[in-house]
């Protein structure tokens, strides 16, 4: 079973950036797309972007097109989440999560971590 932790979330003024990492462990990711999620305050839960492992195919949301990048390292084996000219509707509680390829849905899930980003 995989295995996510995040980090690298905080508070920022609207423009800036911020990184966050997701550190996976617990077997070979080589068959999962990781995927970065955030939830906002009595909002639904929304997709912002995701990359295959294998392959490092990405796919965005919309909103944060242009702005997010998503990547990883398979010697750290960790996911990340660049983040540039954030904007205070970026603020949300942001979950890195797996999925086998094929799948419709993410099965696996980390802790998350607070985004916050200030006017």
């Known amino acids: 079973q995989v295995q996510l932790v995040e980090s690298g979330g905080g508070l920022v003024q609207a423009g800036g950036s911020l990184k966050l990492s997701c550190a996976a462990s617990g077997r070979s990711l080589i068959n999962y797309v990781m995927g970065w999620l955030r939830q906002a305050s009595g909002k639904e839960r929304e997709f912002v972007a995701a990359i295959t492992w294998s392959e490092g195919r990405t796919a965005y949301a919309d909103s944060v097109q242009g702005r997010f990048t998503v990547s990883r390292n398979s010697v750290k084996n960790t996911v990340y989440l660049q983040m540039n000219n954030l904007k205070p509707e970026d603020t949300a509680y942001y979950y890195c999560?797996?999925?086998?390829?094929?799948?419709?849905?993410?099965?696996?899930w980390g802790q998350g971590t607070q985004v916050t980003v200030s006017s």
């Open positions: 999560a797996a999925k086998l390829r094929g799948e419709s849905t993410y099965a696996i």
